[in-house]
């Protein structure tokens, strides 16, 4: 790897100036975690120690770091043509993208909206749902479903149906009206320590019934959820959950969106939780591993009955909305470069072939001190803990922080520990993340 002497983090160098995202400052700040350069399987922090990646950077880098095949596409673009506007102007690489999401896609989702994110694929889709019904004549359709302990990003209509309660309540005067959610389907009583999806809790879908009778199917737009919950500790859906939200919204002319930025592009084993779980929404939103994280893109997948649906009125913006990024050249070769070493290293069939392995190898730990759940599917785990007397969370992070001391990256969300390595992982480095997390674990109190 060279020595890149921008990303060197220097004694002297202030961190004042940086507002953190979604992180401690304070505590970041007085004791600050530096990485630094990215290879395969591995970070290096700013000392040149090396790190394992078990968490696929932010649920991003499905083909592991430092991907040639992506940054000479990046840097072949960005010399070619850098930035083309996006309204009323196209370019071809846009085009190719769509056209290759919509062959890896569930059938009939062939149309693409880009973003630039996770949050922004959200509200997209959600617009795109209100646009769809009034085209249809059915503008009394605004209403949106989603469900406790979702996420789904941080735009205002993101945190209106998303289901965490800490990323609502500072906001919770300017939320969207008119949004209902689900119960969420963790079910620690019954199905604690299940192996893949939880066997019962699919009635929790008939609620569905419930707020359809309450507020009247001509009302609603969109129930929007996340095939699995990453972000609130990895959440399985009991089997027959998806469905029968299927049946339910399709009976009352209610679109299903499923929010697939963390279960796209081979998570949990096919390019889409969709497929693995044969149940076809109306739409999916995607990011993340779109274009293994190098730069900041998203997309909305949609069925074309939508997209024809909107086409019919007259002449002119079909719909009023759209960001001076949605397509971004350099974003797309980025994207269409991942894709292809995705296909070329048959990486989502790899999830399958590496999924019971990595069962067997997370739920090895159970019997450990505080482990209350182990759950996991793909190449996802997450491991749940009590909290401990210091309050919840605390103990969570502190396994966090040994496992990096100790040389790998693991994510904490409250009292869970998440794990979802690059695809390109093997069963050494499976029992590196795992031996890591059972020593950080005695080794906290
Ligand atoms: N939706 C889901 C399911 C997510 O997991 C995330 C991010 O983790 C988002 C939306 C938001 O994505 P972003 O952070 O790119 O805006």
Redesign the pocket.
């Known amino acids: 790897m060279t020595d890149i002497q921008t990303s060197k983090h220097s004694e002297t160098q202030t961190l004042e100036n940086y507002w953190m995202p979604f992180t401690a400052n304070r505590q970041f700040k007085a004791s600050p975690r530096m990485l630094a350069e990215a290879e395969g399987m591995y970070y290096k922090d700013t000392s040149g120690r090396p790190v394992l990646d078990g968490t696929a950077g ?2 991003c880098c499905n083909a592991g770091h430092g991907r040639k095949e992506i940054s000479e596409a990046v840097s072949h673009q960005i010399h070619q043509m850098d930035y083309a506007p996006s309204f009323q102007m196209g370019h071809p690489l846009a085009f190719e993208l769509a056209e290759r999401l919509a062959s890896i896609s569930p059938e009939g989702l062939n149309k693409v909206f880009f973003t630039n ?6 509200d997209s889709a959600l617009k795109i749902a209100i646009n769809y019904h009034r085209a249809n004549g059915e503008s009394t359709r605004t209403r949106f479903i989603g469900r406790e302990l ?6 205002f209509g ?1 945190i209106s149906v998303g289901g965490i309660g800490g990323n609502r309540k500072t906001f919770s005067q300017q939320l969207l009206p008119g949004v209902d959610h689900l119960p969420h389907t963790l079910d620690m009583q019954d199905n604690a320590f299940s192996r893949g999806m939880p066997k019962t809790g699919a009635e929790k879908a008939e609620v569905l019934e419930q707020l359809v009778a309450l507020h009247g199917a001509e009302n609603i737009a969109a129930v929007i959820v ?1 095939p699995m ?3 609130a500790g990895v959440i399985l859906p009991p089997e027959g959950y998806l469905q029968r939200l299927r049946e339910i919204t399709k009976k009352h002319g209610i679109l299903l969106i499923f ?5 796209g592009f081979g998570r949990v084993g096919d390019a889409f939780a969709s497929q693995r779980w044969g149940v076809t929404p109306d739409m999916i ?1 995607a ?2 591993a779109l274009n293994n994280g190098a730069i ?1 893109m ?1 997309a909305v997948l949609i069925d074309d009955n939508i997209y024809d649906a909107c086409m019919q009125g007259p002449a002119g913006i079909e719909l009023f909305h759209g960001y001076t990024y949605s397509g971004h050249p350099v974003a797309a070769a980025a994207a269409i470069a991942s894709l292809n070493i995705y296909e070329n290293e048959k990486l989502f069939e790899r999830t399958k072939e590496l999924e019971s392995y990595f069962e067997d190898a997370i739920h090895s730990l159970k019997g450990l001190p505080n482990i209350i759940d182990i759950r996991n599917i793909g190449l996802v785990g997450g491991i749940q803990f009590s909290p401990s007397a210091q309050g919840v969370g605390k103990r969570g992070f502190a396994i966090f922080e040994e496992c990096f001391a100790k040389g790998t990256l693991v994510r904490a969300t409250a009292d869970i520990i998440a794990i979802s390595p690059p695809l390109i992982v093997d069963k050494q480095e499976i029992d590196q993340i795992v031996n890591t997390l059972s020593d950080a674990i005695r080794a906290v109190d």
């Open positions: 932010l649920w994110s996770g949050s922004e694929s959200v979702g996420y789904h990003g941080v735009g993101g996340e919950s990453g972000s929010d697939e930025v963390i279960t939103t990011a993340k900041p998203g």
